[in-house]
């Protein structure tokens, strides 16, 4: 089964760029999929952060798209976020996810990588 | 933007109670509303997917129902395991995540 796994630095410094990747494993990063990055800061909940598809077209919560980019490699069978001028705002545990696709309002997220904190800090 | 509202926050709850987590959409969502189940430490793990339909592997024990805006989980008789963090999600539009359900051991 498709099985997915984060990694990246754990320390960012204010002002900073957060830079993570999703390897892939277990199937096909070009499968009729998007795949998604979520966060949790620590003691809250789930917010989206915006995903990929294989063709390169992306998705992003307008409240962080002027920090976010994702890319996507399929040689690697893996994708990636680089979120820009990070503050301690951004500390938090970064999952990444397969948006499995019926239809565009029929989907869910599963799997999940097991997840990565990544700290704020000077 | 679609806001999603759960209810309660938090929630105690013995061995073997019947427990209902509710979650409200701010627009119609149809039946576009998935759960997940979330443990101290882990990645949440989906439960039910567009609002009753279970997630293969997932106990019969879980369910969900609803359409609309008005949404519920119920557990029929809560196990050890189940104590953990609940989030509705919805589909309809941008992704959205209601603010969670935490279960507790009463």
């Known amino acids: 089964q498709v099985q997915l796994q984060e990694s990246g630095p754990g320390l960012v410094k204010p002002s900073g760029t957060l830079s993570l990747t999703c390897a892939v494993s277990?199937?096909?990063?070009?499968?009729?999929?998007?795949w998604s990055w979520i966060r949790q800061p620590p003691g809250k909940g789930l917010e989206w952060i915006g995903e990929?598809?294989?063709?390169?077209?992306?998705n992003y919560n307008p409240s962080l798209k002027s920090r976010v980019t994702i890319s996507v490699d399929k040689s690697k069978n893996q994708f990636s976020l680089k979120l820009s001028s990070v503050t301690a705002a951004d500390t938090a545990v970064y999952y990444c996810?397969?948006?499995?696709?019926?239809?565009?309002?029929?989907?869910?997220?599963?799997?999940w990588g097991q997840g990565t904190l990544v700290t704020v800090s000077s | 933007d679609i806001q999603m509202t759960q209810s309660p926050s938090s929630l105690s709850a013995s061995v073997g109670d019947r427990v209902t987590i509710t979650c409200r959409a701010s627009?119609?969502?149809?039946?576009?509303l998935n759960w997940y189940q979330q443990k101290p430490g882990k990645a949440p793990k989906l439960l039910i997917y567009?609002?009753?339909s279970l997630q293969s592997g997932v106990p019969s024990r879980f369910s969900g129902s609803g359409s609309g805006t008005d949404f519920t989980l119920t557990i029929s008789s809560l196990q050890p395991e189940d104590f953990a963090t609940y989030y509705c999600?919805?589909?309809?539009?941008?992704?959205?995540f209601g603010q969670g359900t935490k279960l507790e051991i009463k």
């Open positions: 996810a397969r948006r499995s696709l019926i239809t565009m309002v029929l989907n869910w997220f599963d799997p």
């Open positions: 277990g199937g096909s990063i070009s499968s009729s999929n998007w």
């Open positions: 990929i598809y294989h063709s390169g077209s992306t």
């Open positions: 627009q119609s969502i149809s039946s576009y």
């Open positions: 567009a609002a009753s």
């Open positions: 999600q919805q589909s309809y539009s941008t992704a959205g």
